[in-house]
């Protein structure tokens, strides 16, 4: 059973396509860019920071490779990583809230281990997930960013389900006897949607800059591997040089968060914009 939606305003879907186009055009390229790529990601193919031209549109890196090529290469990584975390982080919170909701006692539970994780900041915690996983790479970033992420989403899920659970449908089918994952799958979270997608565009744009962090900071992938956030550190001390080696990566991350996190809005029914601000 679910909330009556007669209140839902529906936008023009013009609109709402044109809000979503930025966001599928550039993953679209990013997941493409491998094989779009006009050189070997490794291959030096110009002098050191070398400038725009001579076939290589945007100049070359510290090493004489093709800054456009690496660019185009190294979108896919990050975009299917940031993805992941999302999914899981918006799940993982997704039955946690509802269940908090449901069961007070857990609810308790929950929030005050969610509390206590928010006090860390997300730096840190990725350094600590990266120095107690040697070696986990990808794996560890991904780790690390689902266990930063968990907390804020538990607490904003399980404000938006504490009506839901205290409504008068809900009650009623826990007094007829249908069993917790009856109520959490079937009766608190299609009432949820639209916080849940929301959320999920914030974890998305949240997820992009943690694992953008990571990569900065040589904690995800390593050299020789092309990727936006390594870029970025590699190319620094040649800024002077040749700027698009590090623009270029820059703007490409700051367009990823800020078109999904447009799509994502875009998708929200009005309804849902005032159950997330009500929070």
Do not use: C
């Not at 992009?208 to 900071?217: E, H, I």
């Amino acid at each position: 059973m679910t909330v009556p939606e007669r209140a839902v305003r529906h936008r023009p879907r013009q609109a709402v396509a044109l809000r979503i186009l930025p966001a599928f055009l550039l993953i679209a390229l990013a997941v493409a860019g491998p094989w779009l790529a006009p050189h070997t990601i490794d291959t030096p193919v110009t002098a050191p920071y070398a400038e725009p031209g001579g076939g290589t549109p945007l100049g070359g890196d510290q090493l004489g490779r093709d800054v456009l090529t690496r660019l185009l290469a190294g979108g896919r990584e990050l975009i299917a990583t940031s993805l992941l975390v999302a999914v899981l982080v918006t799940g993982v919170a997704a039955l946690l809230g509802a269940v908090g909701a449901l069961r007070p006692a857990v609810g308790r539970i929950v929030e005050r281990s969610a509390d206590v994780l928010m006090l860390l900041p997300a730096v840190l915690g990725i350094l600590l997930v990266a120095l107690s996983w040697p070696g986990g790479g990808r794996f560890a970033v991904i780790a690390a960013a689902v266990v930063m992420g968990v907390p804020y989403a538990v607490r904003l899920v399980a404000g938006a389900a504490a009506p839901v659970a205290a409504s008068g449908y809900v009650e009623a089918s826990a007094v007829g006897g249908e069993r917790l994952w009856h109520l959490v799958v079937r009766e608190v979270l299609p009432n949820l949607r639209a916080t849940l997608l929301a959320l999920f565009g914030l974890r998305f744009v949240a997820a992009v800059y943690v694992v953008a962090t990571a990569g900065f900071l040589q904690v995800g992938p390593q050299p020789p591997a092309a990727d936006w956030a390594l870029m970025i550190r590699e190319n620094a001390g040649g800024i002077v040089l040749n700027p698009w080696a590090v623009l270029a990566p820059s703007i490409a991350i700051g367009l990823l968060a800020m078109s999904v996190n447009l799509a994502a809005s875009a998708l929200v029914p009005q309804t849902g914009r005032k159950a997330v601000t009500a929070l």
